[in-house]
T-cell receptor, first 114, second 116 residues
Framework: AQSVTQLGSHVSVSEGALVLLRCNYSSSVPPYLFWYVQYPNQGLQLLLKYTSAATLVKGINGFEAEFKKSETSFHLTKPSAHMSDAAEYFCAVTRSGSARQLTFGSGTQLTVLP | DADVTQTPRNRITKTGKRIMLECSQTKGHDRMYWYRQDPGLGLRLIYYSFDVKDINKGEISDGYSVSRQAQAKFSLSLESAIPNQTALYFC???????????????FGEGSRLTVL
């Protein structure tokens, strides 16, 4: 079985501040991990993914995430928040790279304050 | 035009009515999915299809049915809608997992369904 926990359903940061969105996973086998972003009235789009290559993964829009096996974490960060980053973010895990086995976290709504 | 198109984008209906949500894609992917999104619950898989002759139940298939009319088309039906089926529904596609494909999903923009 696999699961994903996103700590904090709502996160607020000031524009220019560090963004940190937390994701912890459980998986009985080496996982593939994803972060998706959902802007208002839109579908989800892939931000970045970990597929057992480099542990530090860089994605679009300046986001990155680090896979830490010892902590079973895959936290999403961005050094400096922009107003356009306001969205809902979902962490997801699958084993064997199969999309049908994707398990999504409950999501974190990011608000960026001016 | 969007690669994954869902219709309708918004629908309000009454309890007991039959509803169909349609999805078409131009990505050429074999695999298609229907998800439901509820606040605080993330996305949950309703049904998925790996090709026209392959239909599989997901985590929450009760009360739903699907039809894969062609490689590019995958419809979700609620035979008799009930209020707790009020949600945002997403269609998604993917390539099979492989060297360059790792299970990434490509989503439509969603269909918001309200059942009164």
């Amino acid at each position: 079985a696999q699961s994903v926990t996103q700590l904090g359903s709502h996160v607020s940061v000031s524009e220019g501040a560090l963004v940190l969105l937390r994701c912890n996973y459980s998986s009985s086998v080496p996982p593939y991990l994803f972060w998706y972003v959902q802007y208002p009235n839109q579908g989800l789009q892939l931000l970045l993914k970990y597929t057992s290559a480099a542990t530090l993964v860089k994605g679009i829009n300046g986001f990155e995430a680090e896979f830490k096996k010892s902590e079973t974490s895959f936290h999403l960060t961005k050094p400096s928040a922009h107003m356009s980053d306001a969205a809902e973010y979902f962490c997801a895990v699958t084993r064997s790279g199969s999309a049908r086995q994707l398990t999504f976290g409950s999501g974190t709504q990011l608000t960026v304050l001016p | 035009d969007a690669d994954v198109t869902q219709t309708p984008r918004n629908r309000i209906t009454k309890t007991g009515k039959r509803i169909m949500l349609e999805c078409s894609q131009t990505k050429g992917h074999d695999r298609m999915y229907w998800y439901r999104q509820d606040p605080g619950l993330g996305l949950r898989l309703i049904y998925y299809s790996f090709d026209v002759k392959d239909i599989n139940k997901g985590e929450i298939s009760d009360g739903y049915s699907v039809s894969r009319q062609a490689q590019a088309k995958f419809s979700l039906s609620l035979e008799s809608a009930i209020p707790n089926q009020t949600a945002l529904y997403f269609c998604a596609t993917s390539d099979p997992p492989g060297q360059s494909n790792t299970g990434e999903l490509f989503f439509g923009e969603g269909s918001r369904l309200t059942v009164l």
